[in-house]
């Protein structure tokens, strides 16, 4: 399955709005939220095929969020961002089955790869 509808989290509006546009622009449908909260209501609302989002965000971090994502009735995909991370943070990562972690700035073409593949 090829993920086409997707929704981006990022408490930095132009990063959110940046990524998204490069998302629409290579064919995605895109929601961007700039903040978790926000996303979950996007997502209790209508279905994405995978949640893009930052790791580091204030309220509610990204790993919050794919847990609750992950634990909902309708699990998808999860990628994450980040522009630092430690090894306790990825290990819940991986514990939590976030598919994939992007280091900022973000490889646009390793990305668009990734998305390929789900």
């Known amino acids: 399955m090829v993920a086409s509808r997707i929704i981006v989290v ?3 509006g132009n990063m959110a709005r ?9 064919g995605f449908k895109v929601t ?6 926000e996303a979950l209501e ?15 965000m204030p309220d ?7 847990r609750q994502v992950k634990e909902s009735a309708h699990p998808i995909p999860v990628i994450l961002t980040t522009a630092y991370t430690t090894q306790h943070i990825l290990q819940e990562m ?7 972690v992007f280091m900022k700035p973000i ?3 390793s ?3 990734y998305l390929k593949t789900l």
């Open 94 to 100: 991986a514990d939590l089955g976030v598919e994939k």
């Open 60 to 66: 509610m971090d990204g790993v919050q969020l794919s």
């Open 111 to 113: 990305l668009l790869g």
């Open 32 to 37: 961007y939220s700039l903040s978790a909260r």
């Open 42 to 56: 996007h997502i209790h609302k209508q279905p994405y095929d995978c949640l893009i989002s930052d790791i580091k």
């Open 18 to 26: 940046t990524l998204s546009d490069i998302l629409v622009l290579n």
């Open 10 to 12: 990022d408490d930095n």
């Open 107 to 109: 490889e646009v073409e």
